[in-house]
C-alpha cells in the first residue's frame, strides 16, 4: 500500500518561500505513469490542484499559480517537494500530497497524504 505523508512548516511569513516536502512509501515515485502531486484547501473553500511532476520528471503547473510554483523530487530518498514563493494569507490552506493517474487537475488520485496546516502570518 502507498502511503505519502506531508512535511513542513506549518507558519510561513508574508512574502516568504512556502516548501513542504512529501515523503512516499510502498512504491516508487519513479513508476510508469503515475503522476506526484499537491493539491490544497483554503478555509471554507474546495480543494485546489497546484501541480504534478511526473514519473519522467516532468513538471505540470495549475496556470494560476505558475509563476510562483515548484516541484521537484529525490528519487534517491523517494520524495518529492513543493515551493511556493511570494505567499500571502490567501495561500493559507491544508496541503495535500497525492498520487494521480494523470498530469492533469482532474486526474483520478488514488493515494493522498493526511494533510498538513500551512498558514501564512505575520
Known amino acids: 500500500q502507498v502511503q505519502l505523508q506531508e512535511s513542513g512548516p506549518g507558519l510561513v511569513k508574508p512574502s516568504q518561500t512556502l516548501s513542504l516536502t512529501c515523503f512516499v512509501s510502498?512504491?516508487?515515485?519513479?513508476?510508469?505513469?503515475?503522476?506526484w502531486s499537491w493539491i490544497r484547501q483554503p478555509p471554507g473553500k474546495g480543494l485546489e490542484w497546484i501541480g504534478a511532476?511526473?514519473?519522467?520528471?516532468?513538471?505540470y503547473y495549475s496556470p494560476s499559480l505558475r509563476s510562483r510554483t515548484s516541484i521537484s523530487r529525490d528519487t534517491s530518498k523517494n520524495q518529492f517537494t513543493l515551493q511556493l514563493s511570494s505567499v500571502t494569507p490567501e495561500d493559507t490552506a491544508v496541503y495535500f500530497c497525492?498520487?494521480?493517474?494523470?498530469?492533469?487537475?482532474?486526474?483520478?488520485?488514488?493515494?493522498r497524504g493526511q494533510g498538513t496546516q500551512v498558514t501564512v502570518s505575520s
Open positions: 497525492a498520487r494521480a493517474q494523470g498530469p492533469n487537475r482532474d486526474s483520478r488520485r488514488d493515494y
Open positions: 510502498g512504491g516508487s515515485i519513479t513508476t510508469n505513469a503515475y503522476y
Open positions: 511532476i511526473g514519473y519522467r520528471g516532468y513538471t
